[in-house]
């Protein structure tokens, strides 16, 4: 009879088990099994899910040091707004209000960190947009090691999307940190909403307002042309004061690089310092006036085009035979950085400086490691630009998410603050009036004459 009791006690159990379940709603539309390198942004992307959506679903996640390992089974949730999305919503019991609760100041609790950014794969600013986020998520795993927990929620904010539609998702005023947006015509009503609800808003990117001026919240990283103009003649004469300057004109007509050289040339003539001008079609003697024998020659063309730079090099090593005591140096644009390949002996030979506000030396070992768990991540390689968009996304966010760990709502992005050195793009914000925080930092690539690349950080 034992036996026959036993199983009669556990079919009951079983029963009443299943009984049980089959009174709840389930709320996730199957378990996955973790496959070998699957991500977390891989999953919900394959599933039409936000990584709030299958975060959320899976509480677990929002654990400090939690890691997606082969074999784990994770719930996938049906995607919001679908009928059986809309069904479970409605089916699940009624949970009481909760009472208001006063929260712990940031520095002791994770950092939330909403991006509003054109996540998509319908153009080039989704797709740049999307890698950039996807550095975003590398920081946080980063800064999960040593302790740092963020909570990340992701809107596509597209060239055509109302922003004010995104702002009234509750989600977003909790936000302590919001990165975004990358069009103009939305950093006003962010902007706004930021100073309402006291949100740090990071804009990542070049834009043409100036709200930056008159709102206390916002981080401008990047500078309009003038004033990056003028942070580069500054220090264009703190290296060169003593240097004889000479201004090559390339006869493009499509250059904006004028705005640079007047620039130059009117701190020049202030501080009573000595420059030429010629041309790049002037005979080889008269191009060899232009230079001094006694001084330290620095040369600058008023374009960025890598065709009339293949032109100055071979007038300047021809020179070179006839005057070969002649000290050189080329001072250039952020765009010589893309001719890497094709001019880098002579970047070299004549000890080049480019002027930029980021940087990242491809063969380094830090750049190496980046772009290897980049692709076991997403399992693919970076966008081929120069400037790569997923290691500004670490960088941004590495360096915000800390310094708001680190000093709460005091952060303020100054030099020194919160110690990081960047991979690609550094960091030095200081205020503008009474309004936000403008990014200061900037650098010189030097291409030494002992093949060697030397980053000058100011």
Request: proline fraction near 4%; charge should be positive.
């Amino acid at each position: 009879m034992k036996p026959i009791l036993r199983y009669f006690l556990v079919l009951t159990v079983l029963c009443f088990i299943t009984e049980t379940a089959c009174a709840q709603v389930q709320n996730y539309k199957e378990l996955h099994k973790v496959k070998r390198k699957e991500t977390i942004f891989g999953i919900a992307r394959e599933n039409g899910l936000t990584i709030d959506e299958l975060i959320n679903a899976n509480p677990e996640m929002k654990q400090p040091g939690y890691e997606l390992r082969k074999g784990d089974y994770i719930k996938i949730p049906f995607p919001s707004g679908s009928a059986h999305a809309a069904a479970s919503a409605t089916l699940q019991p009624q949970m009481p209000i909760k009472p208001v609760v006063v929260e712990k100041d940031m520095r002791q609790r994770e950092i939330r960190v909403g991006v509003m950014l054109p996540l998509h794969n319908e153009n080039g600013d989704g797709r740049r947009m999307t890698e950039y986020y996807r550095g975003v998520l590398m920081a946080c795993d980063s800064l999960r090691i040593h302790g740092i927990s963020t909570d990340i929620r992701a809107w596509n904010v597209a060239e055509n999307t109302d922003i004010q539609t995104v702002l009234r998702d509750p989600r977003a005023e909790e936000c302590d940190l919001i990165i975004g947006p990358l069009y103009t015509k939305q950093v006003k009503a962010l902007g706004d909403f930021a100073l309402a609800h006291d949100i740090h808003v990071l804009i990542p990117f070049s834009i043409n307002s100036n709200e930056v001026f008159n709102n206390s919240n916002l981080f401008q990283v990047f500078q309009n042309g003038n004033q990056t103009n003028q942070s580069y003649v500054f220090r264009f004469f703190q290296r060169f004061k003593d240097s004889h300057v000479v201004i090559i004109d390339c006869n493009d007509s499509t250059s904006t690089k004028g705005s640079f050289t007047t620039v130059l040339r009117r701190k020049l003539e202030q501080e009573g310092a000595e420059y030429t001008i010629t041309n790049l079609k002037s005979s080889e003697a008269k191009f060899k006036q232009s230079f001094s024998t006694t001084k330290h020659n620095v040369v600058v063309l008023n374009t960025s085009r890598s065709q009339e730079l293949n032109i100055a090099f071979a007038k300047l090593n021809g020179m070179l035979i006839t005057a070969p005591s002649l000290k050189i140096s080329m001072f250039g644009y952020p765009e010589w950085l893309m001719y890497n390949r094709q001019h880098l002996d002579n970047f070299y030979k004549f000890d080049t400086f480019i002027p930029s506000t980021y940087y990242m030396n491809p063969l380094s070992p830090r750049a190496e490691h980046f772009k290897k768990k980049y692709r076991w991540n997403f399992h693919q390689d970076m966008q081929p630009y120069h400037q790569r968009y997923a290691v500004t996304g670490f960088d941004q966010a590495y360096f915000m998410i800390k310094g708001l760990h680190m000093y709460g709502s005091h952060f303020t992005g100054a030099s020194g603050m919160v110690g990081y050195t960047p991979l690609q793009t550094p960091l030095h914000f200081e205020r503008i009036g009474n309004g936000g925080m403008q990014n200061r930092a900037a650098l010189f690539v030097h291409y030494t004459q002992d093949n060697h690349i030397e980053i000058i950080n100011f």
